[in-house]
C-alpha cells in the first residue's frame, strides 16, 4: 500500500466517526456549521500563510471538502502529511 491510499482510506474512517459524532450531538446543524467554517478557516490560513513554515496546502475539492466535513484536525493531519 502507497502513502496516498493509506491517507485516504483513513481519512475515510475518520469520516464515519465524525459523522457518528455529529449525529449523536445534540444540536447537530450548529455542531457541523461550527466545525466547518474552523475547518475552512484552517485550510485557507494554512494555504495563505503556510509556506512561511514550509506547508503549503493547495485549495482542491479533496482538500476542502475535507476540512468541512472533518474540521480542523484534517487540516492538522494534512499538514503533518506534508512534512513526511
Not at 457518528?20 to 475547518?39: C, E, P, V
Amino acid at each position: 500500500m502507497d502513502i496516498e491510499m493509506l491517507f485516504k482510506a483513513l481519512c475515510g474512517i475518520v469520516v464515519v466517526i465524525m459523522m457518528i459524532y455529529y449525529f449523536r450531538r445534540q444540536k447537530k446543524l450548529l455542531s457541523f456549521i461550527i466545525g466547518a467554517f474552523t475547518g475552512g478557516a484552517a485550510l485557507f490560513i494554512v494555504n495563505k500563510y503556510g509556506s512561511l513554515f514550509g506547508a503549503h496546502i493547495p485549495l482542491n475539492l479533496f482538500n476542502i471538502l475535507g476540512s468541512v466535513i472533518l474540521g480542523v484536525p484534517f487540516v492538522v493531519f494534512i499538514v503533518i502529511m506534508n512534512f513526511l
